[in-house]
């Protein structure tokens, strides 16, 4: 490990993990950590538990801000587990100066979100701080939800499971960096930031075989396939051209060299669900707003454990690496 | 039927293409009488060709050879450590393209110096550091220039930008590269021991679209060693590499461009012009893995020293010579001596992460498209 | 090489010497400091790269190039349509 932690250790890929086994998991060593689940499955299996902060910049961007982030990030985290999210805590870090009206704004923002959950906050902090000591706001959730699911985890899956997708992909990091200072386009790009339990609820209530499911956050998509990977031992082969992505984050991963397998999202999931079901489940996430294309995307199989690879439709295949390093643009 | 821009992307990615393409080469290929390397030199092609898993749809006798990659992979840690000190600098604010961060020098990349305090900028355009340096008048914004022929052209823009605004913080430590110098140092080592492998060159689609085809005539001329031209769609490739077996059954030994779409022999005039206005060879410049290669390098023109940032700061930047890891077999790699999978550090200290080599520094060298897609090429 | 991409003109800022061009949806703006005055027009194509217009794609070769390659496909597609006939011709299960 380096001496100093570098900006690519919170990326949510390579560097991340290396930084959170080596000195997180080995300071607070326990069975309910180690299983490196999206929440903790907690006091009898009966409950989740999970916690999220948020320091995205610009605070708002188009298709939501940080409040709806705050709180579609710790309820998604908790319905990954086939949980409904219940109750919240907010702790807020501020900077010194930051406007009144901006904070109204996003609280409404996070209100907002809360309906769409079903869940309160019912605890909170506050903490102002010197203007410098943070970049305007930085708000931290944390959430326990009641599991409607049981035995959803990214331990077990196998063979008998199909990979599904519940919507296009890369939209959230695509609208980030856009947004962000330095680079200027303009284009109908939006986050896909959304609350998830209402899928995962869908799903649940018609009794869909869900093995796993998981939301591709920082590292996107190829983050969490080769995190599933690992952790059940498998191999996941998945199609290229099922993939779907749509044409303005395809243009964005043109011009900066990305691939979209890799961006950031906060409102797309990943699912690994019983063969016999998988064609039903997508047809219940098609009826959402967003789902139009969800699709399979991928099976499982032992060809090269714990690898993803890419099969192109001209019969050639790749790995598909967890990612590393900075989201960078690629130059010459 | 209209060109629609669609076209341009999925037309030359078609996978059907791809496969038709590989069929004729396929054919072709058994009336090689030996078999061939195709070096490309450039990493935008290394990445197509893994990428799209171009290895595995040729015959065993034609086989790749991946050359220097990208002025990113090829950066010498003795200049990566002036871009250290010189971010390390009071009030300077250092700027460059995207990859640079991550290369290591000997105390570290630029990000390591960011992690440290330092202020060091990634941009997409060199015409960002006007912005960064209106926004910072008493700070001097110093913008490391690196790039092949493509990228030299827009480094003069800004200069010529610079002169013309009378923008008085930006100054410019340049480490610009030629192409044809390094093509020739491959392959006329000099070396009687070393056995060049290199029969053909896949040419870099955008450093020709600058220069014209013009300047890789020596080579099918002086050499005997046939260049085509090609773009960096996966179908450009895989036609580029079809024309190049086609001239070897046919006994035919030529610069062809397959890349007409964009690519002619004279190239862009003005941006040739600009470079030359600004820039004038520099004697030798070091290529990481390769050594010093004679007249590749670019440097200002001396009535533009003012700007040259690498004579204001002369007092602070590091001279000596770092020689490359005694470990390192990226010069055998790039000179189709020897793969990836037989440097004894692959994979183990040297990695993406943690790179050694040139080759392993940025994602499109050879080292890093093994470690990367290895197993399956 | 990397990062340079075909693009379509969509306005011109002759004095500013910029041209807004579209890729895929995402518009933005490209310095024209590297290419001749009037050698660009509304609708052209044009290779981007760091911010710069670079060249303009010559139509005529682009439509050549995927002429070519609808024919290399007929014929790959016409191939594989004789042999599945003589494979057939030569199936023994055939029935007379």
Known sequence: ?332 | ?377 | MCLSIPSKVVKIDKEANIATVDTMGVQRDASLSLMEEEDIKIGDYVLLHIGFVMNKIDEVDALESIETYKEIIEAMNEEDRQNAILEDDECPNRGA
């Open chain 1, 1 to 332: 490990m380096n001496k100093n932690i570098s900006l690519a250790c919170g990326n949510g890929g390579e560097e991340n993990n290396e930084l959170t086994s080596k000195v997180f998991y080995k300071a607070f060593k326990n069975e309910i950590l180690q299983r490196n689940e999206d929440a903790a499955i907690i006091h009898n299996g009966e409950l989740a538990f999970s916690t999220d902060s948020f320091t995205v910049s610009p605070l708002f961007f188009s298709g939501a801000d940080i409040g709806k982030l705050a709180i579609c990030g710790t309820c998604n985290d908790l319905a990954m587990m086939g949980a409904q999210p219940k109750y919240l805590t907010c702790s807020v870090i501020i900077e010194e100066g930051f406007e009144t009206s901006k904070l109204e704004k996003i609280v409404q923002s996070m209100k907002k979100e809360l309906e769409v959950n079903g869940a309160i906050v019912v605890s909170g902090d506050t903490k102002v701080v010197p203007r410098g000591s943070v970049d305007k706001i930085f708000i931290n959730t944390t959430g326990v939800g009641e599991v409607l699911k049981h035995g959803i985890s990214s331990n077990n899956i196998t063979e008998d499971d199909l990979i599904v997708v519940n919507r296009d992909i890369g939209c959230h990091g695509a609208t980030i960096f856009v947004a962000r200072e330095g680079i200027e386009m303009s284009s109908a790009l939006e986050s896909d930031c959304e609350s998830l339990f209402p899928q995962v609820k869908a799903l649940i209530d018609a009794d869909i075989k869900i093995t796993a499911m998981r939301d591709a956050t920082r590292g996107g998509v190829s983050a969490v396939l080769n995190e599933w990977a690992k952790q059940s031992n498998i191999c996941i082969e998945v199609d290229e051209d099922k993939i779907p992505v749509s044409d303005e984050v395809s243009g964005i991963c043109e011009i900066l060299g990305f691939e979209a397998s890799t961006l950031a999202n906060e409102g797309t999931f990943v699912l690994a669900i019983k063969k016999e079901d998988a064609d039903k489940a997508v047809e219940i996430l098609k009826t959402f707003a967003n789902g139009s294309r969800a699709t399979i995307i991928g099976k499982v199989t032992n060809i090269h454990l714990q690898k993803v690879i890419l099969n192109s439709t001209w019969g050639t295949k790749r790995f598909l690496d967890t990612p590393s390093g900075e989201l960078l643009p690629r130059i010459c």
């Open chain 2, 1 to 377: 039927m209209g060109l629609e821009l669609k076209n341009l992307y999925d037309n030359f990615r078609d996978g059907d293409t791809i496969k038709a393409y590989a069929k004729i080469i396929k054919e072709d290929a058994k009336k090689l009488k030996n078999p061939i390397n195709i070096m490309e030199v450039c990493g935008g092609h290394t990445h197509t060709i893994m990428k799209y898993g171009i290895p595995q749809l040729l015959p065993q006798n034609i086989k790749f050879i991946h050359g220097p990659g990208c002025p990113v992979c090829i950066m010498p840690k003795e200049r990566i450590d002036h871009a250290y000190v010189l971010s390390m600098q009071e009030n300077v604010i250092l700027v460059t393209l995207g990859d640079m961060i991550k290369v290591p020098g000997s105390n570290g990349s630029l990000q390591d110096a960011r992690a440290k305090g330092a202020d060091v900028r990634f941009v997409y355009s060199p015409m960002d550091c006007i912005k960064i340096a209106n926004d910072n008048p008493d700070k001097t914004v110093i913008f490391f220039a690196i790039g092949f022929e493509t990228t030299t052209p827009m480094t003069a823009v800004l200069l010529d930008t610079v002169i013309k605004k009378g923008i008085s913080n930006i100054l410019f430590h340049i480490n610009h590269v030629t192409v044809p110098e390094a093509m020739r140092a491959l392959i006329d080592s000099g070396d009687d021991n070393a056995k060049n492998n290199i029969d053909a060159f896949l040419g870099p689609s955008h450093v020709s679209v600058i220069s014209g085809s013009k300047i890789y005539e020596e080579f099918p001329r002086d050499y005997n060693i046939p260049v085509v031209v090609a773009g960096f769609e996966p179908v450009d490739v895989m036609q580029s590499i079809s024309m190049l077996v086609k001239q070897f059954i046919q006994n035919r030994c030529e610069l062809e461009v397959e890349y007409k779409r964009l690519v002619n022999y004279d190239g862009n005039i003005k941006a040739q012009d600009l470079v030359q206005m600004y820039f004038q060879k520099a004697s030798a410049f070091k290529w990481r893995g390769l050594g010093n290669i004679a007249n590749s390098g670019l440097k200002l023109r001396n009535e533009y020293k003012e700007y040259d940032a690498e004579s204001i700061f002369k007092n602070v930047l590091p001279l000596e010579e770092i020689q490359d890891h005694k470990l390192c077999i990226c010069g055998d790699i790039l000179r189709g001596m020897a793969t990836p999978l037989e440097c004894t550090i692959f994979g183990t200290a040297c990695k993406p992460t943690s790179p050694i080599g040139s080759c392993m520094v940025s994602s499109e060298g050879a080292c890093a498209a093994y470690y990367k897609y290895g197993n399956l090429i």
